[in-house]
């Protein structure tokens, strides 16, 4: 019984938890956006993390053939994939990837059309965390080169390329060069409410197991009298 209601338990506080986390991280999305706050490459190298949906904006060029197809991501009943794609500063000391937006599946194989403008650009959006996509088939090594991939790991990217990257996807503006179908979620699909809603459940199941094995163990001794 103290294993079956230690993993119900230790289940409800680990969604309890994340509830935590993600009202924390809802909470700096909505303090950024209201302030309009902008990071520049210069301030964002010394502590990126805190730059976590800031705008931002740069100089640069994307690099030819380093791109990620994010496989499986579903917009409006179309299947396609999100574009990542691999940027470099026009100082060449910050190197980050971009969140280009959607494309159609039908579209991935138009190689030419993936890479973003040949000569300098300026990219422009709001720093993110990288997708997540929860449940991670393959390595991450396996899933840093680039082509259609079922995740990205930005630590995996920075490893094969042997070079830091920064560790937020800049999330580009819709209007920017090279971006495509750009469609910005304002809430989290699975949001701090259904993380407390699932604490609560396995709460409860904990509550009913231990109902339910003491009922049945009382009986038990009943029919041993």
């Known amino acids: 019984m103290l294993c079956g209601t230690a993993v119900l338990a230790g289940l409800s506080l680990w969604q309890w938890s994340r509830s935590g986390e993600k009202q924390r991280l809802i909470d700096e999305r909505v303090a950024a956006e209201a302030h309009g706050q902008f990071a520049t490459p210069e301030s964002i190298?010394?502590?990126?993390?805190?730059?976590?949906?800031?705008?931002?904006?740069?100089?640069?060029?994307?690099?030819?053939?380093?791109?990620?197809?994010?496989?499986?991501?579903?917009?409006?009943?179309?299947?396609?994939?999100?574009?990542?794609s691999l940027f470099r500063t026009s100082d060449s000391e910050l190197a980050l990837i971009v969140d280009r937006g959607w494309i159609p599946a039908d579209a991935a194989g138009v190689?030419?059309?993936?890479?973003?403008?040949?000569a300098s650009s300026r990219i422009r959006g709001r720093l993110v965390d990288a997708p997540d996509v929860g449940l991670r088939l393959g390595s991450a090594a396996e899933m840093a080169v680039p082509g259609i991939?079922?995740?990205?790991?930005?630590?995996?990217?920075s490893a094969r390329l042997?070079?830091?990257?920064?560790?937020?996807v800049l999330e580009?503006?819709?209007?920017?060069?090279?971006?495509?179908?750009?469609?910005?979620?304002?809430?989290?699909?699975?949001?701090?409410?259904?993380?407390?809603?699932?604490?609560?459940?396995?709460?409860?199941?904990?509550?009913?197991?231990?109902?339910v094995f003491t009922l049945a163990r009382c009986a038990r001794r009943g029919e041993g009298k």
């Open 162 to 168: 042997g070079r830091p990257l920064l560790p937020l």
């Open 45 to 84: 190298r010394a502590d990126p993390g805190r730059f976590r949906y800031w705008q931002f904006d740069a100089d640069g060029r994307y690099l030819a053939g380093a791109n990620w197809l994010i496989d499986n991501q579903v917009r409006d009943g179309r299947l396609g994939y999100s574009v990542l």
């Open 111 to 118: 190689a030419d059309g993936l890479d973003g403008p040949g």
């Open 149 to 157: 991939v079922q995740y990205l790991d930005i630590d995996a990217v």
């Open 172 to 211: 580009l503006d819709a209007d920017a060069p090279g971006a495509f179908e750009r469609r910005r979620v304002s809430a989290d699909p699975f949001g701090p409410d259904k993380h407390r809603a699932y604490s609560v459940q396995w709460a409860l199941l904990a509550v009913v197991y231990v109902i």
